[in-house]
């Protein structure tokens, strides 16, 4: 039996994960989170197969919450679930360990086959993710990139929990840094967008897919 974690701060888009998984022959749903500090205790409490992971959620999110669960916890695949296929996360999302990449759209066939497939210890993604890769890693690629490409994966972290509100008190506690490294992130992440505002960064985040304007608080 496959024991799976559900992660989505939205309820309505984790009771439907959870509805469509329930009835499937080998697999469990044994528990669901709101948020990527959430997951984290309850994946220490559940010791999961699998977790499903919402990639955009206030607080932590799911990069930050990827790198930490597979810190503490190597054996769990991680499956990725966006309501976006742009091709800045899945690359982040890879580099921190996940096992797999798939969209919100995606039917209960895919989402288990993506889940016996990381179980098995290969790699998943949906065709249009794993098409959007190759695009970009042979330069056929077309549009405008985005400018968040040119942050780290801290500076990416640190930018979506700015733009989502959060304090530079409550970012150091999360990453386990002082608050001036906070702000010296922050420096960096206005310098390489070329903006001036933790207003412009949020809306900079929305334009380029990379924070759910659901999520702004």
Known sequence: ??????????????TGIVRMLSDVEGIEVIGEADSGE????????????????????????GLEATKKLLH??????????????????????????????ITKGADLKEMIEAVHT???GDIYMSNNIARQLAMKNFGGRKGEQSPFEL?????????LMIANGQKPTDIAATFNVSPKTVNTYR????????IGSDVELTLMAVKHHVLDPESVV
């Not at 916890?73 to 990449?101: F, K, N, W």
Request: glycine share 4%.
């Open 1 to 14: 039996m496959i024991k799976i974690l559900v992660v989505d701060d939205h309820d309505l888009v984790r």
């Open 38 to 61: 959430t997951a984290i205790t309850r994946t220490k409490e559940l010791s999961p197969h699998v977790i499903l992971m919402d990639v955009k959620m206030p607080g932590m999110g």
């Open 72 to 101: 503490w916890h190597p054996e769990v695949r991680i499956v990725a679930v966006t309501a976006c296929d742009d091709d800045l996360y899945p690359q982040r999302l890879l580099q921190a360990g996940a096992s797999g990449y």
């Open 118 to 120: 990381v179980v098995r």
């Open 151 to 159: 942050l780290s994966e801290r500076e990416l972290q640190t930018a």
């Open 187 to 194: 420096y960096r992440i206005f310098e390489k967008l070329n």
